[in-house]
Every structure is written in C-alpha cells, then in structure tokens.
C-alpha cells in the first residue's frame, strides 16, 4: 500500500537535516527517508585502523575510475550523512566567489545567485550550528550583517606561536570559523571540552559536540509530531505522473528486498551530491529517457572536490596541542604578486597521533620515530578552487556500475599555494621540507570524494543547468535537490555552510511560495 505524506525529504545530511528542521514548524507531514541509520557509539569511532584501513562506516561497494574498481571512503550512509564524519570549519564563500573569476586553468562560472541572497542565510546557519569565529579577522572575509554568534576557540600555546610567527612575516592568520556544539547544554562552554578529540576529521563524534545535521537539524525536527524519520530506507527511484512533470512515486527497497512505496506533493532530494545524482540518473523512465530532469545531459556532470591536500611539518619545538583546528590562513586565496590567480586556503587539520602517522607515512622521516614525528607535527590542510568540467562526474555504465570520473584540474594553483606555506617553514619554526600525505579522502589517490559540489548545478537558464536559482528541478513541478549538487562553482572554502545557507533560502522560498 502506499503511504501519502505532505513532503518527503531524501537524506539527512547538511541539505536534509537542515531542510527537516527548517519545515518542520510548518505542520505538514514530513517524512524523512534515510538510506542508513545512527553511527554507533563504540570504540572503533577513535581507531585509524577501523576508520581508514578496515572503512568501518562507509559502505562495501565498488566503483570504477578509469576502468579500475575502489571502494570509496566516502560517503557515509548514516543520519547526517558525511557531517557525522566531517571537520566542521564552517566558511562562508567570499563575494566574488559568486561572480566569474579567471583562474590559472580558466573560468570558473558566475552563479545565478549573488552572495547577497544567501548573506541572511549564512547568518541564521551559523546560528544553528554553533560556529564559532572572529568576524573582521580574515582578510578576505565576505561582508557580515552579524558578527559570529559564538567567540573563536582558543588556540593551544603551540598553535598561538604559529599565529604570532605567521603575523610577524605580515601574513593575517585568523581563528579558523568552527561549527562546535560547546553550548549544546545552555552553558557557556570552554575549550578544554576539546582535550575529550584523539581525532577529528573523518572521525565520528560519540561525544555530540560537533555540529553535525543530525544533531541540529533531524533531532530538532523530530521534536515535532508532524515529522517522521524512517532509516534503512534508501530511495531506489523516482516516478512521475502522467504529466511527467511531477514526481508520483518515491520508491524505497531495503536491503531485505522490500519493496515500499510512498506518495507526496513536495519531494526534497538532499542525498548528496553523488547520491542525488545517481537517483536521478536510475529513474530514467519514458518521459525521462535519460534520467529525472535530465534532457540537458547534464545529471552528474560538472562534478568539483577541490584540490586538496594534507602536508604535514615538523616543528623544532613540540607541538602539544590535542585540538589545532583553529587557525587560518587565507592571504593567498585570490593569489599574489608572484602569482595572479586564485590559489586558495590554508587551515589547520585535526592533529595526528603516532597510530595514524604510522598509517598515513609508512616510512618516517629520516632520523625520527613515528612517535617524535606526532609529538612535534603541524597538520595543515590545503585547499584549491577545482573548476566545473562536463568530463569529471560520476553515472551508472551499460552493466549498471556506478563509474566516477575524475581528472583534476587548475593544479598550478594548489601547487603554488604549497609552495607559500613551504617557504615559510623556517619562519614558523619547523624543519625544512614538509612531509605530504596523499589522504584517501576518496578511496584511491587523486579521487576527491570528501567535498562533493556539482552534478546539478543551478542555473536561470534550464538548458544550461539543471535546477533553478531556488533548487527546483526546472523540468519538474515539485521536485528541490538541497546538497552539494546545486554548486556552479566550488571556490576554495569549506562547502557545507554554503548547503546549509541555500536549504535555508531554499526552505524559506518552500514556505512563501510553494505550501
Ligand atoms: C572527512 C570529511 C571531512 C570534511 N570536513 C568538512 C569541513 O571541515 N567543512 C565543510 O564545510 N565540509 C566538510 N566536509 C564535507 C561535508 O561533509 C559535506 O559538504 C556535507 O556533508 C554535504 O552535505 P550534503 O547534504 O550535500 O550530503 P551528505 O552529507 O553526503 O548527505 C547525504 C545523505 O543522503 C543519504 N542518502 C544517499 N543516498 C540515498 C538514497 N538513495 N536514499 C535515501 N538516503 C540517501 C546519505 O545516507 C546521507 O545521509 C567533510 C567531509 C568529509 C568526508
């Protein structure tokens, strides 16, 4: 029999969750279908073995890139999708992030969208997700209407050096802008809750301190009578009408086999960047011969995950901070006098311990132990605007496989923006060289899967794009997609307040115009 409902929404990641909390006050029935279920609190959420080696929280499937299978590392199937594992630096994208901007590699697009109409949404999501930040402290920031709604977390004594030693060389080092539910209790908290992180990105959060969307968008939602969450539900397919214009059906199979179907008049697809791409593309049907909305072509294509990488120093002195996420660099995110392009950002990572170094640099450096190395690591993270390319997506082959391609792009920039952080190793009192990591943030080298952005990007122009400026599929009626997929270009900051800050436009359009 098939259930009818008011609004269902398809996933619970940073789009979903925050589309359920944002709806829920309205009344309607919401179902929200989640492919996974809650991350279990156990020991293994800290081990770099399970997380990493053994891919504990990421499904057993296989795809292919460039005809060679891998088991990607992300996503994770679970309610609140990749923001349950994620590193929670919650950055806002700079104005002219949003207008076209020439790059090393070329263009990377204006969006239909300015960076006025999410202003106000930046704002309420920073709000909602507890981020902590010091407004007027990066130089590049885009313009505020509020200042951050929680004071920047501290910096350990060897992070507060690095600070200091950055701004002597007259660099602009800021606290790194983080979602951390420190407050969750309704009291100021402090920072010492931290020295609770042996790790941090790609971790779980057992501790329920990061703001991920489950904890501050589905609990929240569920607090109302009208919102119903079913886990272990993944979507198989979308069908429409006679009209072919509205979506009819929203089928579920279990993994038992189950078939289950449920009917409403708005459907919210927020499965992720890859995950929505792929629905559309399996509900092909004879009005959608190739796929849901698809008639451009362009259903999981211009696919972007930024050019990142982890590079690690070693500093002459220790480095005894347990939690280092809290400083940024963004003086050469539109470039400099060398280089004229963009380059991008320099953060802080989580901090290595001797486990995961072991892990992540088999061979340690010269003359050191993997101990020393962790005792007087530096963790940086670096991250380069990547530009949207039709050939770089990710679709299903003839047998059904799910294929991701992906060739990188506009690499000069991220090599360059290596290149300022190894020239001032000295001056921050570190070792000459640094020592790359080559992350698995997807599964295999050169395979970005943590920042997933493109695939159905927005656009005025419905032969050019695939949704409309307020997420709607153009060729469908009712019908949004809220996750990484609306991105028309991926800049060079944290995605997910960008997703959050749309779904809230997108929910507040939803609310006006639509119910
Ligand atoms: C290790 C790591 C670190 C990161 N650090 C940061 C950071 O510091 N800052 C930042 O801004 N971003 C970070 N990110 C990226 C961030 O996690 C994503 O930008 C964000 O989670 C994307 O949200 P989303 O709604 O697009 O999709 P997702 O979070 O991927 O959520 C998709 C949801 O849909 C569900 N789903 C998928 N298919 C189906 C289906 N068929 N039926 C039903 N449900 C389905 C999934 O289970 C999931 O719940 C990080 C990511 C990783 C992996």
Redesign the pocket.
Known sequence: MTQQYDIII???????GTMARALAPTGKRILI????GFVPRERANFDPHSNWVEKRYTPDVTWYHKDKPFRPS??????????K???????RLRERDFEEVEHYDGLSPAWPISYGDLEPYYALGEKWYYVHGQAGSDPTEPTRSAPYPYQPLQHEPRIQQLNDDLAAQGLNPFPLPMGMRMEHDGEEGSSSSLDLWPQF??YPDPYEIRAD?HLVGVRPALQHDNVTLKTH???ERLEVDESGRKVKKVIVKTEAGETVEYEADLVVV????L?SAL?FLRSQQDKHPNGLANSTGLVGRNFMGHNNATLIAISKTPNDATFEKTLALADYYWGDEAFKYPMGLIQMLGKFNEDLMKLESPTPLEGMTHAEMASHSLEFWLQSEDLPRLENGISYNTQGQVVFDYTANNVEAATQLRKRLTDFLDCINCHPGTHNVDFYMGGMVGIPL???MGTMTMGKNASQSVLDPYCKAHELDNVFVT??SFFVSAGAV????T?IAQTLRVAEYIKSQVL
């Open positions: 398809i996933g619970t990641g940073a789009g979903g279908l989640e492919k996974g992300h996503p994770h199937d679970y309610v609140g999708g990749n923001t594992f994620y590193g929670a630096a919650l950055f990105d790609g969307s539900s993944p979507v927020a499965a992720g960047a995950g629905l943590g920042h997933t996750d990484g944290n995605p997910t307040l997703i």
